[in-house]
Nanobody, 123 residues
């Protein structure tokens, strides 16, 4: 399984970005996909996850502003980010889980990772 993120960039506060994650060699063993982020000097944190049944979870920081979705036909995961804040600045990673607890958004649960795409929000 390979994950390739795109869509990052620099925006001003209040702006929007849509991240994409293309999944190559998709396997039916993947039960959950998620977005994580990591800012310099901080731990990697879960942002949003979606499982194979379509159930979704969000971090409190993402609720009401971010929307996770997936297109199974295109093997692509998305993260629509609106009302961006400077504190959203981070490297954003796509991740895939073959276990049972992916919606808990703990990075140790996930088995596959992309290389990341940088999001920078200026005030």
């Amino acid at each position: 399984v390979q994950l390739l993120e795109s869509g990052g960039g620099s925006v001003q506060a209040g702006g929007s970005l849509r991240l994409s994650c293309e999944v190559s060699a998709y396997t039916y063993s993947i039960t959950c996909m998620a977005w994580f982020r990591q800012a310099p000097g901080k731990e990697r944190e879960g942002v949003a996850g979606i499982d194979s049944d379509g159930s979704i979870s969000y971090a409190d920081s993402a609720k009401g502003r971010f929307t996770i979705s997936k297109d199974n036909a295109k093997n692509t995961l998305y993260l629509q980010m609106n009302s961006l804040k400077p504190e959203d600045t981070a490297m954003y990673y796509c991740a895939a889980d073959e276990g049972f607890y992916g919606l808990g958004l703990q990075f140790t649960e996930f088995d596959y990772w992309g290389q990341g795409t940088q999001v920078t929000v200026s005030s």
